[in-house]
Nanobody, 124 residues
Framework: QLTLDQSAGGQVQPGGSLRLACEASGSGFSNYAIGWFRHNPGQEREGVACISSEDRSTFYADSVKGRFIISRDTSKNTVYLQMNDLKAEDTATYTC?????????????????WGPGTLVTVSS
């Protein structure tokens, strides 16, 4: 069993950077793949980044590849999403998710636990 909490998002100017954190409480954190999804009303939820169980691999959507970095700090039970060179189209609600024993990328159907989500707005 896992509970996911997230740091706050916020407003960032185009070209700027922001780091999101997903902190887990519970057992077996390293046994879960952790993914970051983003969503806007009326559109399908998009998986943008993922780190597999035991950190075997990572995944990035083409839309964020080269700009976003996902990492895990096991000592803090936390996965980070470093977002660089942000664009207006990155504006969305970002939510982390956990899938026990999974490989990346994640699909929403198989997610075991969801974080609360946080809004990131990229604008001038």
């Amino acid at each position: 069993q896992l509970t996911l909490d997230q740091s706050a998002g916020g407003q960032v100017q185009p070209g700027g950077s922001l780091r999101l954190a997903c902190e887990a409480s519970g057992s077996g954190f390293s046994n879960y793949a952790i993914g970051w999804f983003r969503h806007n009303p009326g559109q399908e939820r998009e998986g943008v980044a993922c780190i597999s169980s035991e950190d075997r691999s990572t995944f990035y959507a083409d839309s964020v590849k080269g700009r976003f970095i996902i990492s895990r700090d096991t000592s803090k039970n936390t996965v980070y999403l470093q977002m660089n060179d942000l664009k207006a189209e990155d504006t969305a609600t970002y939510t982390c998710a956990a899938d026990r024993g999974a490989e990346c990328p994640l699909r929403t159907y198989y997610v075991d636990y969801w974080g609360p989500g946080t809004l990131v707005t990229v604008s001038s």
